[in-house]
């Protein structure tokens, strides 16, 4: 255990950027290793599991290099030209890893055997061996569909038309990254939209990829086959959900004023931002731009009085991860914010529910908790309570990181049992949080 009290602090002012987005650093790695040329990355997320995403790469051929923090070049090998690897591809605990370069491997004439950790192996592939399977790919995997596996692609692959049974990006992107270099049209169909880095990046790369959205909300997504790629200078936008527990402590802690720099602002992860605003949150875009098919800008967020309001379920994809911030914001809010739809909390790392309402109800928070979201009746900007209270954090790194964002707004401090979670996830967030307060 690593406990820590965090305590009330003056107004937070500065500027920070933080770290890249994971979601777009994997891609950017592979991309890369199959564009013909350099293609040069900064701000690249250098975690565990992309850094198993840019061994597997190395692997199959290409040159991924660090050239310094975040600073990366990758020379490719073109698409249909990835070499066979001459031992097994370990995936540590990265499922996004897994799940889209079996993707790749599936159109390629290489065989190629994945292996992860415990937790990893414990995942079924097996919503991503169904359509591959359609493309001709054949696959050895372990009892239930789960690692490790062996992938032997099919060459010429076969484009089909999918239509995703459950929601999932990883899904969808693995059939689309085994469209690159399958002769003619492959074709997903998405009944609910999810994250779209892979369609955004894909385009970027020079990809021939069409998205049509019908009445219903259903998106038709289509890439014609041997593509070329072409390569990028890539700047990896900021996560928004590392931003997330900033954009929240400036908002609620008197006489803040802090810029986020460089932040994602993808329509399919913002939600946060738009909940927000609806709350008086006072949070500007600067220098608004696109970067590799991404919208980005800079974040200028002012201390405001919060009022509370009722969440519309149908944002809660777009901010999933970011509701125990968004709990915080809602404890010092003026009158009740109510949240519902959000059951997928419930299996997250911890059941964030719970976990959430057991937190900010121990330091004086008035939480009503329901089978799929939060009550909360907020202080008003007052400050919270609890004098020697100590958080059960549930080795759940954005609970660890909400709750500490509250120790700001406390009376007296708020003490976290463990903050190892948040060194595994965001290294870097008590040096910054502190700077900002210093």
Sequence with gaps: MRPRRFRPAGAL???????????????????????????????????????????????????????????????????????????????????????????????????????????????????????????????????????????????????????????????????????????????????????????RMLRGFGAELNVETETDGTRIITIRGEAELKPQIIDVPGDPSSAAFFIVAALIVPGSEVTIENVGLNPTRAGLIEVLRRMGGSIEELNPREVGGEPVADLLVKHSPLRGIEVDPAIAPSMIDEFPALFVAAALAEGITVTSGLDELRVKESDRLAVMAAALGTVGARIEEREDGLVITGTGGEALGGSAVTIATHLDHRIAMSMAVAGLVSREGIEIDDTRPIATSFPVFEAMLHGLAA
């Design 13 to 199: 002012k500065g500027r920070i950027r933080v770290p890249g987005d994971k979601s777009i650093s994997h891609r950017c790695i592979m991309l890369g290793a199959l564009a013909l040329g350099e293609t040069r990355v900064t701000g690249l997320l250098e975690g565990e599991d992309v850094l198993a995403t840019a061994a597997a790469m190395r692997a199959m051929g290409a040159s991924v290099v660090r050239q310094g923090e975040g600073t990366w070049s990758v020379h490719g090998v073109g698409v249909g030209a990835l070499l066979q690897p001459r031992g097994p591809l370990d995936m540590g605990n990265s499922g996004t890893s897994t799940r889209l370069l079996m993707g790749l491997v599936s159109s390629h004439p290489i065989t190629a055997s994945f292996a992860g950790d415990a937790s990893l192996s414990k995942r079924p592939m097996g919503r991503v061996i169904d359509p591959l399977s359609q493309m001709g790919a054949s696959f050895e995997a372990s009892e239930g569909g789960r690692l490790p596996l062996i992938v032997r692609g099919a060459l010429p692959a076969v484009p089909i038309s999918y239509r995703l049974p459950v929601a999932s990006a990883q899904v969808k992107s693995a059939v689309l990254l085994a469209g690159l270099n399958t002769p003619g049209i492959t074709t997903v169909i998405e009944p609910v939209p999810t994250r779209d880095h892979s369609e």
